[in-house]
């Protein structure tokens, strides 16, 4: 049983930066493919984020060049870097895992993963 614990969330001006952090345990971690999603009231969770056990990664077109994605096998942990935030951005923010083989797998759908966090809140004020 995969066990994924988010943490960084919190309030920030817009134009500022958080990292948000996925803390994993119960497998082997360098199998574990990781996403990030998120889900702003009243609507549906989206894909934010994938790194696959390769250290591919894939980013939605919303977050592509303010967002970055990196993997420490040696702590168990995932980030995700969130620069030039926006309001828009302001969202519970989800860890996902899925165990795989293939180097280069980046789902992007929800349904792809096993595994999921608690979530930790994301506030961008404008």
């Known amino acids: 049983q995969v066990q994924l614990v988010e943490s960084g969330g919190g309030l920030v001006q817009a134009g500022g930066s958080l990292r948000l952090a996925c803390a994993a345990s119960g497998h082997t971690f360098s199998l574990l493919g990781v996403g990030w999603f998120r889900q702003a009231p009243g609507k549906e969770r989206e894909f934010v984020a994938a790194?696959?056990?390769?250290?591919?990664?894939h980013y939605a077109d919303s977050v592509k060049g303010r967002f970055a994605i990196s993997r420490d096998n040696s702590k168990n942990t995932v980030v995700l870097q969130m620069n030039s935030l926006r309001p828009e951005d302001t969202a519970v923010y989800y860890c996902?895992?899925?165990?795989?083989?293939?180097?280069?797998?980046?789902?992007?759908?929800?349904?792809?993963?096993?595994?999921w966090g608690q979530g930790t809140q994301v506030t961008v004020s404008s």
């Open positions: 790194i696959s056990i390769g250290v591919s990664t």
């Open positions: 996902a895992a899925q165990p795989t083989f293939h180097l280069t797998w980046l789902p992007t759908h929800d349904y792809d993963y096993t595994y």
